[in-house]
Structures are given as structure tokens and as C-alpha cells.
């Protein structure tokens, strides 16, 4: 990644989000909207904090049927280059189809450029209670984002769509959204990887028409998991130097767990949420699909 420390202060502006102009500026964000996709791309797509890099990795070690050499020489921002970084235009130039890419930007921005291409996308969604803890512990180790004041602060900011990268709810509204329109869109959430990482690979390896043998997909399972990912230097951030991601207040592969929002919420916080999950998700063509796991964590209670 190239340092300009210069942009760690500076937000872009674009259709209404605020971007990290540390990574993006309006010239790759324009670049991302008019990007001409190959039939043989795989975009994956997600709100930060809802296992994009995770997705990154099993994406990678499916299209290398197992083989972790390259998810363990290559960092995952050459690999799976983000779309609307500034330093991914030249980078997506020279990678070698089927060419793995990866964004956070919403549908509304990118349905022009996808329409008619038969990319592959994997949009990744997490229980947003989960994502926003998340997000807020990240926002204490990223220096390109601000700082999220108090977690009850960080909340009332992700409710009203304010924060970075925009209104989560409006992403997974739009992308969804999508699921009966495009035949080449898949869901999976982040949970559903927690819950059955092998059953979860083997979905996504079947949607890229890539079917992996037994031997294979345990390969996949064994360099995903949350513990080889920690230690993997080519997919837990610590290459990026400490201005940018200071790992003494945090680690990017922080906890890796189905409802860790529970340690953060308070049951005020948990109502008001839900009303504002309830009203935004209105009309929603899918429900609250995370609702399987928190039964089951209930259960243990
Ligand atoms: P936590 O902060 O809750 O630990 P993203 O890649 O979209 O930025 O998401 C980062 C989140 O995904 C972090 O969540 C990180 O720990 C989690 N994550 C990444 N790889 C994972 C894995 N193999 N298993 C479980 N969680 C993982």
C-alpha cells in the first residue's frame, strides 16, 4: 500500500458517504463505478467488519484448490485488491484472470458497471450488532479513520448511517435486494462461516463452479480458521506500519466470534436497536438472517 500520511485526516465525499481518503480519493472512487468487469471476475462484497478478509482468504485458497501458498506469500490487498482503492487500478491491470476482487461500496454505486457481466459476486453480511463492535474496535487501531469517541457515541453514528463507509443498513437493503434479480449473486453470512466453516466453503466453491475434493476442502478449513488467519502476516495486518495500524491498541483479527455484541450493549442499547433494525429493514426482501445463531447461543444460556 502506498503511504501518504498526508491523507490520514482526509475524508472523500461520494454519493453521500464518507471515505477514508487515506485509501480512496474521488478519482478511484469514479474509476470503481465505471470499472469494466470481466465475465471471469469474483467480486466480493461487504459493509466492513462483516469477514470480508476472512471471505479474502477462502476465496483464494478455493481458487488455489487448497494450496495456501499464495494466501501465505501475498498480502491480501494485492491478491484481492479492493476496487476503489487509489493504489488497485494498476494492480487490477496485471492480475491474471479469474481475477479476485473486493469492495465496499454499495449497489446503487456499482449496479452500471455490473450490469450484464457474468462476475461472480459474493456479498458476505454479519449480525450489524456484531459489526458495529467490531467497526468500533477498529476504529481505535486505524489511524486513516477517526476516533469513535465512546462506544454509545459510535452507536448512534452507525444507526444514523453517519460513520464511514455509510449506513450499513442501506447496504445489505441494497445488495439483497438483489438476490432475486442477479443469478450470479450469493449470500453468506458471516455467521453461517462460524457455525459450518466447511459447509460454508463448500457452498462457495460450488458458486464459482470450482468443486474441491474432501482432501481439498480440509485444506481450505485448516489456513481459514480464525487461529492460522492470526498468524497468517499476509492477512492480519501486520505488515501495514503502526501510523497507519497501531496493533499496540488492537488487533485486526480481534475476537473472530457470533455475539460478542453482547459484551458491549446495554439492554438500552439493544432495544434501540432493534426499533431502528425493525424500521430501516422494512420491506427487506430477506429477514433478520442471523436470527438462527442467537437462538442458539441463547440455548447455552
Ligand atoms: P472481530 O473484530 O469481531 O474479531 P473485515 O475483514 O470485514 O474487516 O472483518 C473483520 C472481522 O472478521 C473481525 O471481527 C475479525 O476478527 C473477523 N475474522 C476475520 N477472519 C476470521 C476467521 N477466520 N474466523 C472468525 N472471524 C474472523
Not at 62 to 72: A, E, K, L, T, Y
Not at 198 to 223: D, Y
Not at 272 to 289: H, M, P, T
Amino acid at each position: 500500500m502506498e503511504s501518504d500520511m498526508s491523507r490520514l485526516e482526509v475524508t472523500e465525499t461520494f454519493h453521500g458517504v464518507i471515505f477514508p481518503g487515506y485509501l480512496h480519493n474521488q478519482e478511484s472512487l469514479q474509476h470503481a463505478v465505471t470499472f469494466s468487469f470481466q465475465d471471469t471476475d469474483i467480486l466480493i462484497v461487504s459493509y466492513p467488519k462483516s469477514g470480508t478478509t476472512w471471505m479474502q482468504q477462502m476465496v483464494t485458497l478455493i481458487s488455489n484448490r487448497g494450496d495456501p501458498h499464495v494466501s501465505q506469500t501475498v498480502p491480501n490487498w494485492a491478491r484481492t485488491p479492493w476496487l476503489e482503492h487509489h493504489y488497485s487500478a494498476d494492480l487490477l491491470q496485471t492480475l491474471i484472470g479469474p481475477r479476485i476482487i473486493t469492495t465496499h461500496l454499495f449497489h446503487h454505486m456499482l449496479g452500471h458497471a455490473l450490469q450484464g457481466s457474468k462476475t461472480k459476486v459474493i456479498y458476505v453480511s454479519r449480525n450489524p450488532k456484531d459489526t458495529v463492535v467490531s467497526f468500533y474496535h477498529f476504529h481505535k487501531l486505524a489511524n486513516f479513520l477517526p476516533d469513535g469517541g465512546s462506544f454509545e457515541e459510535f452507536l448512534n453514528q452507525f444507526l444514523e448511517g453517519t460513520v464511514h463507509f455509510g449506513s450499513w443498513f442501506d447496504h445489505f437493503k441494497g445488495w439483497t435486494s438483489q438476490l432475486g434479480a442477479m443469478t450470479n449473486l450469493l449470500h453468506v453470512t458471516y455467521e453461517e462461516m462460524s457455525k459450518d466453516l466447511h459447509g460454508a466453503i463448500k457452498k462457495v466453491s460450488s458458486f464459482l463452479q470450482c468443486p474441491l475434493v474432501e482432501e481439498e476442502v480440509n485444506s481450505c478449513v485448516r489456513h481459514c480458521n480464525f487461529s492460522s488467519m492470526k498468524e497468517n502476516n499476509m492477512i492480519n495486518y501486520t505488515l501495514i506500519p503502526h501510523e497507519i495500524m497501531d496493533h499496540s491498541k488492537g488487533f485486526f483479527m480481534r475476537r473472530g466470534e457470533v455475539g460478542d455484541w453482547r459484551n458491549m450493549f446495554t439492554e438500552e442499547m439493544n432495544q434501540q436497536f432493534d426499533k431502528v433494525l425493525q424500521e430501516k429493514l422494512k420491506g427487506c426482501s430477506i429477514a433478520f438472517v442471523w436470527e438462527v445463531e442467537e437462538e442458539e447461543i441463547d440455548e447455552h444460556h
